[in-house]
């Protein structure tokens, strides 16, 4: 059974660092074709694709965030880390990863998502 | 970057069928996955590669894609079914990355 979870800070403030931790179990990101992806939907708002990090370490990430964003992965802690830097307002969202069993097609398990506000 | 533009809403009658449209340069080109997300919840895939339903997923729900266009159907429709549904697709090129749709509301009158 895959499952996966967000955790890390509820409020940052602007122009802080944002360090989210993806806690999984069920599956190995050591396995050929497997990754994690992170996926962020503003209150109200549409899903909006951040980052995916790859069984091989391969990465990718969204081109309008690139500069800011950055996925690392520990096999040995089953953890995916985000970290997202310079956050504004406009970052509060609820945060979510998920795991793609296929090269970073789609994503077929979720974690229930953490929201994450930006406030002075 | 690639976009995708699905209609804000769709409204159907229960035991009707909904269609939930998904445009995109030459989307029929690409895979197209799928997701329903009811209020507070998170994202669930409900369809992957155009067409196909993951287990637990009811026959109802079907995908097709073609062309510039990508739908989602929903046949014989329940209050269950209202949900915000999204596409999404991988885009392909030198760098890795995804994106989704902006979303649709569908009410079941």
């Known amino acids: 059974q895959i499952t996966l979870k967000e955790s890390g800070p509820t409020l940052v403030k602007p122009t802080q660092t944002l360090t989210l931790t993806c806690t999984f179990s069920?599956?190995?990101?050591?396995?050929?074709?497997?990754?994690v992806g992170w996926i962020r939907q503003p209150p109200g708002k549409a899903l909006e694709w951040l980052a995916l990090?790859?069984?091989?370490?391969?990465?990718g990430y969204s081109p309008s965030l690139r500069s800011r964003l950055t996925v690392t992965k520990d096999t040995s802690k089953n953890q995916v880390v985000l970290t997202m830097t310079n956050m504004d307002p406009v970052d509060t969202a609820t945060y979510y990863c998920?795991?793609?069993?296929?090269?970073?097609?789609?994503?077929?398990?979720w974690g229930q998502g953490a929201l994450v506000s930006v406030s002075s | 970057s690639y976009v995708l533009t699905q209609p804000p809403s769709v409204s159907v009658a229960p035991g009707k069928t909904a269609r939930i449209s998904c445009g995109g340069d030459?989307?029929?080109?690409?895979?197209v996955y799928w997701y329903q997300q009811k209020p507070g919840q998170a994202p669930v895939l409900v369809i992957y590669?155009?067409?196909d339903r993951p287990s637990g997923i009811p026959e109802r729900f079907s995908g097709s894609n073609s062309g510039n266009t990508a739908t989602l159907t929903i046949a014989r429709v329940g209050a269950g079914d209202e949900a915000d549904y999204y596409c999404?697709?991988?885009?392909?090129?030198?760098?890795?990355?995804?994106?989704f749709g902006g979303g649709t509301k569908l009410t079941v009158l």
């Open positions: 998920a795991h793609s069993p296929s090269y970073g097609d789609y994503f077929d398990y």
């Open positions: 069920g599956f190995s990101l050591s396995t050929s074709g497997v990754s």
């Open positions: 990090i790859y069984w091989d370490d391969d990465k």
């Open positions: 030459n989307i029929g080109s690409k895979s």
């Open positions: 590669y155009n067409s």
């Open positions: 999404h697709v991988w885009e392909s090129g030198s760098e890795h990355r995804g994106v």
